[in-house]
């Protein structure tokens, strides 16, 4: 059976890794053979993958998060997010069986970074009085059964793990334990609930600390809600705690490549050249 070439593509908030990762998918979208690439964690951005309405109704949670500058509710949904990550992998290796497969993130890296920041902050349930009308409300435009919808998938990501089920409103407390957990174990309790490997490659890109504030202040003069962890200090630390997550992953999975990529200075389209160059797919 032909072997697909798994790749990720990481890096903090204006890295770029999302219009790379778009780059790449538009540059060989008539060879779906030889490079198939899709964005995490919006993955109904691609209407032929799996899981679609759940993405579109997780990523509504998330900017409600943001709208309501709720961090226990963005954890949530960030880590929701990634419980679909290794199903859509295994179905586009399945469907395409693709030379490569660019994703945008790496979910176990960027979960093991993001709870860097999220976990002393886990420190009580969701308060659902407050949050289910406005949940509700919000995720309206997905059908008046989306919550109902998220929720009983809680039930199929946590028989991964022969948990008993935790409701949707606990889930912070629950992931607070969860990433309370040893590295050395956290790793495989993850692995299994994401239905995930390690890649065979992690290109991390990086951007100097002017580029970033540059390229956040620019961001932030849009209209959309600014995440809550969009915060230049933040990101520089999110930065420095990716590189040392992917080579965590790289102790358990000694041949996995992990390439670093500074941006600062690229455009997009040089930003995806200079990848496909560097993980060796013909451009």
């Known amino acids: 059976m032909k072997t697909t070439q798994r790749i990720a593509i990481t890096g903090t908030d204006e890295t770029g890794k999302t219009t790379v990762v778009r780059l790449i998918r538009d540059r060989f979208h008539d060879q779906p053979h030889v490079v198939q690439a899709f964005r995490a964690p919006q993955y109904h951005e691609n209407p032929d993958l799996p899981f679609g309405r759940l993405s579109a109704i997780i990523d509504a949670v998330s900017e409600c998060a943001d709208r309501e500058k709720n961090l226990g509710l963005k954890a949530t949904a960030l880590f929701l997010s990634m419980t679909l990550y290794g199903d859509v992998e295994r179905h586009v290796a399945a469907a395409y069986a693709p030379d490569y497969m660019v994703t945008?993130?790496?979910?176990?890296?960027?979960?093991?970074?993001?709870?860097?920041?999220?976990?002393?902050?886990?420190?009580?349930?969701?308060?659902?009085?407050?949050?289910?009308?406005?949940?509700?409300?919000?995720?309206?435009?997905?059908?008046?059964?989306?919550?109902?919808?998220?929720?009983?998938?809680?039930?199929?990501?946590?028989a991964r793990e022969g948990h008993a089920p935790v409701g949707f409103w606990e889930l912070p407390l629950y992931m607070r334990d969860l990433f309370s957990t040893p590295a050395e174990t956290l790793i495989g309790r993850l692995q299994a609930l994401y239905h995930a490997d390690i890649p065979d490659r992690i290109v991390l890109l990086t951007v100097s600390q002017d580029s970033l504030t540059e390229r956040l202040t620019e961001k932030l003069k849009g209209s959309a809600p600014r995440e809550l962890h969009e915060h230049t200090q933040v990101l520089a630390m999110f930065q420095s705690a990716l590189g040392q997550c992917c080579q965590l992953l790289k102790q358990v999975k000694p041949a996995l490549i992990v390439d670093v990529l500074d941006t600062s200075e690229q455009s997009p389209a040089e930003s995806r050249d200079a990848v496909l160059a560097l993980v060796g797919i013909p451009g």
């Open 104 to 158: 945008e993130r790496q979910c176990l890296a960027d979960s093991l970074t993001y709870a860097k920041f999220y976990l002393p902050l886990l420190q009580a349930a969701l308060d659902q009085t407050a949050l289910e009308p406005v949940l509700r409300a919000g995720l309206a435009p997905l059908g008046a059964d989306a919550l109902d919808h998220l929720i009983t998938w809680l039930h199929v990501f946590q």
